[in-house]
Structures are given as structure tokens and as C-alpha cells.
């Protein structure tokens, strides 16, 4: 299978240059970093991220992975200075993949470490990693955190054997309590995440799951629908009839009882599909990308954004190398974008957050639109009493409908 394809665009500079209107503002904005390791054990059914097991590799190597992710960090703090953007340390940093930890610990920490010399890390940097339950024990977690790392982000998924069965996940699922432990003692925040209407998962199954995260007293818990991806096995099954279509009425209970649930356990909703014990524990990468912030991101396929202007860097392991051995940017493509688009995604992204989004920063006829999203109980009416558009939880299950509401 082919991950996803890369967004068409302009072509990006070979030196990654940026246009001078990326700086504008830069001082009023948090800079984050993410990091793609693009490396996977297996591929799951259901994935649609730019992954590489061992035998699609094709002439890259895992153990070159760090190397080369540090030269596009030193060039990522060339081009922001060139361009003129504010001089700002790192407010968060997110090794994402794939599976981060197939790499040494080692690895993980030089990058690292090459973050905090190239830019610096603001006092109480956000630093996380994803994890496979599998792929890390108490002595990879310590490392971790001797790195500089404050947070792992565990991919539970399920708690159901036949649920991770479908969507090829390998690991035990009693294995949580053990890595959940560990990474506590070493002294790191846990996030766990979940994925419920996966074909042949009962509602039963997804309180299962729910039920064992819970018992794990998560800082942090994030719950997704699946999505049938093009390209995926899974999409190839459910076409061919050898696995049912996730039913939208199962997944809307599905949500339905995971606020419930969480929420009787203590946490917040603070984005529709995530949760915290807390604001404390709120994932402010996220949240970065969920307010406009600048982030650059590294890595095969990764995706940047800073003052207006995103691109995307090429997808194999193997042409990112390339490129950046021969001094060249791996940015394949970007898109500065317009006024309007920055305004249709600011009402997609923060309408999606529990802050809300300021009804005085509605075009006119989208504030008329109001109304009648709390007459529809979309929307919170006391919220909107107080200038913000808050979703309710049905609003939340709808929130594509009234995105295009407030945006037409």
C-alpha cells in the first residue's frame, strides 16, 4: 500500500527559502517542532500515514534516521533567520510516526538535543513522543526522560483482542498497565489514545476499552472514529464485503458514552476527540496547530506551517536523504494562503475547541447563522451569550455542519 498522497501546490525552492510574509507577526506566535519517524515495526490495515516497514525502505536506513533529521533542524533555524522571523525557543516538541521508539532512545535524544541547541526550549517545554506498548520498558522510558522528554502518548487503541485483531494492532492490551507504570515511575505524563467504531466493535467492546483506559488513571486520553482511508486494506476488505462499513449511528453512541464516562471520571473534553485531566495536561502541541501557531515540521512527508505558509516535505525516507545530503531543502511543494482560506480554517479549527471561537471574529451573515445553532443545540447558548461559539456534544458529532454554517 502507498500512504497518502502528497496536497498539489507550487513547487518549494530548492534552499527552502520562505517569502518575507512568513515573518510577519512571528513575535506574537509559539514556534513547535514535530518530528517524523517514519518507521514501522508492521503496517496496520487501517493507516493512511506516511510509513515504511524494513522491506519498503528501499535504500534508506533506520540507523541514519537521526543524521539526517538534525540537517534539516540546522537548516530549519537557517531559513527562519533569514527570512526574518522573530529569534523564538521551542514551546513544544512532538515525535510523531509511524512508531518513534523502533529507534534507539540514543537516536531520539540527539535529536533532541539538537532542537534545544538550534533553537532552545522555553521554561516547561511540552516534549513528547507516540509509543507502541510493545516498543519501549522501563529502561528506554528513563532515557527518555534523562533526553529531555515529558510526556509519552501510548497507541492503546483498544482493549479487545478481536477489536486490535481487525485493525492489525500487535500488541497485548494487558500489556498497558506495565508501560503505563513504567513511564510514571520515570516521571513522564501519559496520554493514551483510542480508536472506537472499528467493523465488528460492539458498544460493549468500545465501554471495555474505555473502562480499562480509565483504570490506568491517564493524564490525558484521546478518543478517534475510525476512518475508512482509500488505499488502506481496510478500505480493500470492506469493498470486497469481507468486513462490515462502520455505522455513523454506532460511533455517534460510541462518542456519546466516552464523554460520559470521562467526564464522570474527571476529565474534560477540550477538543472533540481529546480529553484532559485538567488544563495542565491539555496537549499544547495540538493546540498549537489548532490556533494558527508556527510549527516546522521534520521529516519524510512531515508538514510545516509558519505565518501563512505551508509545505510539505517529500515522502520516502530514501529521496529525504537524498536531498538533504546534496544540501537541498526536502520541501516537495508549498501554498501561501489567501486571507479567506486563513479565515475558513481558523473557523474549522477553533470551533473544534472547548475555548471556543469569538462570534465578533464571524463575518455578518455568520453571526445571523448563530441562532439557529442553539436553537438546534449545536451550539452552547450561554457561550454565545458571552461572545464565544462553543459546540455542544451534539454539536461536536456535528461539527462539520456548523463549520459550513458559519462559513457560508
Not at 17 to 40: E, I, N, Q
Request: glycine content about 10%; hydrophobic content about 40%.
Amino acid at each position: 500500500m502507498s500512504p497518502s498522497a502528497l496536497p498539489l501546490g507550487d513547487p518549494a525552492p530548492t534552499d527552502g527559502r520562505l517569502p518575507s510574509s512568513a515573518a510577519l507577526g512571528s513575535a506574537t506566535r509559539d514556534l513547535g517542532m514535530y518530528v517524523h519517524v517514519p518507521f514501522c515495526r508492521v503496517r496496520c490495515g487501517y493507516c493512511d500515514f506516511n510509513t515504511y516497514t524494513a522491506t519498503e525502505l528501499a535504500g534508506a536506513h533506520q540507523s541514519d534516521y537521526a543524521d539526517e533529521a538534525l540537517r534539516e533542524i540546522r537548516l530549519a533555524g537557517q531559513v527562519l533567520s533569514d527570512v526574518g522571523a522573530e529569534a523564538r525557543p521551542l514551546s513544544t516538541v512532538f515525535f510523531g510516526g509511524g512508531t518513534p521508539t523502533l529507534l534507539p532512545a540514543r537516536d531520539l535524544g540527539r535529536m533532541l538535543s539538537g532542537l534545544r541547541d538550534e533553537f532552545g526550549f522555553v521554561a516547561g517545554a511540552e516534549v513528547t513522543t507516540e509509543a507502541n506498548p510493545d516498543s519501549v520498558d522501563a529502561r528506554y522510558l528513563n532515557e527518555l526522560v534523562e533526553a529531555g522528554f515529558t510526556r509519552v502518548s501510548f497507541g492503546m487503541q483498544s482493549a479487545v483482542p478481536h477489536v486490535l485483531a481487525t485493525l492489525e494492532r500487535t500488541h497485548d492490551p494487558e500489556r498497558i498497565p506495565d508501560v503505563v507504570a513504567a513511564a510514571r515511575a520515570a516521571g513522564l505524563d501519559v496520554s493514551l489514545d483510542l480508536i472506537y467504531g472499528t467493523p465488528g466493535e460492539s458498544i460493549d467492546d468500545w465501554r471495555r476499552s474505555l473502562e480499562h483506559a480509565l483504570e490506568q488513571h491517564p493524564d490525558h486520553l484521546s478518543a478517534y472514529a475510525l476512518i475508512v482511508e482509500e488505499g488502506t486494506k481496510l478500505a480493500r476488505q470492506i469493498r470486497r464485503g469481507e468486513v462490515a462499513v462502520p455505522d455513523d449511528d454506532l460511533e455517534a453512541d460510541m462518542y456519546e458514552l466516552a464523554e460520559a464516562m470521562l467526564s464522570a471520571a474527571g476529565f474534560d473534553w477540550y477538543e472533540v476527540s481529546n480529553w484532559a485531566r485538567g488544563e495542565a495536561h491539555r496537549s499544547r502541541h495540538n493546540l498549537a496547530y489548532w490556533t494558527g501557531q508556527d510549527w516546522w515540521g521534520v521529516g519524510p512527508g512531515a508538514h510545516s506551517h509558519v505565518g501563512g505558509v505551508r509545505w510539505w516535505n517529500v515522502k520516502h525516507p530514501a529521496a529525504y536523504a537524498g536531498r538533504l545530503a546534496q544540501g537541498l531543502s526536502p520541501a516537495a511543494g508549498r501554498e501561501t494562503l489567501s486571507d479567506e482560506t486563513r479565515q475558513l480554517e481558523r473557523v474549522l479549527l477553533e470551533t473544534r475547541i472547548s475555548d471556543g471561537f469569538p462570534t465578533n471574529a464571524l463575518s455578518a451573515p455568520a453571526r445571523t447563522a448563530v441562532a439557529g445553532l442553539i436553537a438546534d443545540e449545536l451550539v452552547n447558548a450561554e457561550a454565545a451569550l458571552h461572545g464565544r461559539i462553543v459546540l455542544t456534544v451534539k454539536g461536536r458529532l456535528l461539527a462539520d455542519a456548523v463549520v459550513r454554517r458559519l462559513t457560508e
